[in-house]
């Protein structure tokens, strides 16, 4: 019984989102059933009276006929506030676990450098980026230099692309540029400044007044034929909650 009410609970917006397609069916089936009953009777009380008979007495001889259907509608729109206030709840709740890990992580960092210093964290960094590109590795054609590019990894994302450090140096200029002007810039935003197309998730995080994007750089080699790589990683990570730092 416990597992089947957190089931339920854990699938609710769906549940209730499902539940008001079926509302809005539910109501218009019972409206179109409804509406001969209801014309029979305005037929009936229009027989009863020499004039034509007003709206509003149209609306007391029928509106008895419409009660399910008015039953049902309002039920549809409960399911439908229901399930967008749980949907708004997690949000919430996801970006505020994302503030606090992202809070976590740079403590973490912060104390490993006290601890161990700058070169023993850099190794570790190092070793963390080897173990990430072995379990994620870039595709072939992305690793051959291109001019004057190299294959680069954002630490963030784990994405690979062809660059250089000037040209990844001129987009965090352009990021913060854009944030000191406009307030925010999105992770996206950073993709277009370098060339690349936006991805899926880039419009769901990036960087605020209070959060600038700061980067530092490490190398490491591609695992098959140690080719070099050219890896950054952020001081301040791009936030869940950068169009509203302030959580307003």
Same mark, same amino acid.
């Given at each position: 019984m416990n597992k089947l009410l957190e089931l339920v609970k854990h699938n609710s917006p769906h549940i209730l989102t499902a539940l008001a397609v079926g509302g809005v069916v539910g109501t218009a089936?019972?409206?179109?059933? #409804?509406?001969?009953?209801?014309?029979?009777?305005?037929?009936? #009380?229009?027989?009863?009276?020499?004039?034509?008979?007003? !709206?509003?007495?149209?609306?007391?001889? #029928?509106?008895?006929?419409?009660?399910?259907?008015?039953?049902?509608?309002?039920?549809?729109?409960?399911?439908?506030?229901?399930?967008?206030?749980?949907?708004?709840?997690?949000?919430?709740?996801?970006?505020?676990?994302?503030?606090?890990? /992202?809070?976590?992580?740079?403590?973490?960092? /912060?104390?490993?450098?006290?601890?161990?210093? /700058? !070169?023993?964290? #850099?190794?570790?960094?190092a070793a963390a980026y080897e173990k990430a590109m072995r379990e994620n590795p870039p595709t072939p054609e992305l690793i051959p230099a291109d001019g004057d590019k190299i294959l680069c990894?954002?630490?963030?994302?784990?994405?690979?692309?062809?660059?250089?450090?000037?040209?990844?140096d001129k987009a965090v200029n352009d990021v913060n540029f854009q944030v000191i002007n406009s307030g925010y810039a999105s992770v996206n935003d950073f993709w277009r400044f370098l060339g690349l197309a936006p991805t899926s998730h880039g419009e769901e995080f990036g960087w605020s007044t209070t959060?600038?994007?700061?980067i530092w750089y490490t190398s490491i080699l591609t695992s098959e034929d140690s080719k070099p790589v050219l890896v950054f990683d952020h001081y301040n990570g791009p936030s869940a909650d950068y169009r509203d730092p302030w959580g307003k």
């Open positions: 089936v019972l409206a179109v059933k #409804a509406t001969p009953n209801a014309l029979a009777d305005i037929r009936e #009380a229009q027989d009863t009276v020499p004039y034509t008979l007003k !709206k509003r007495e149209v609306v007391k001889t #029928a509106w008895k006929h419409y009660i399910p259907a008015a039953l049902c509608g309002a039920t549809t729109i409960a399911c439908i506030v229901g399930a967008n206030t749980i949907s708004t709840k997690r949000e919430a709740a996801l970006v505020a676990g994302a503030a606090f890990t /992202e809070r976590a992580y740079k403590e973490f960092r /912060e104390s490993a450098r006290e601890e161990l210093g /700058e !070169k023993k964290e #850099a190794e570790l960094h990894m954002d630490a963030w994302s784990q994405r690979y692309f062809q660059a250089n450090r000037n040209m990844i959060n600038k994007m700061d």
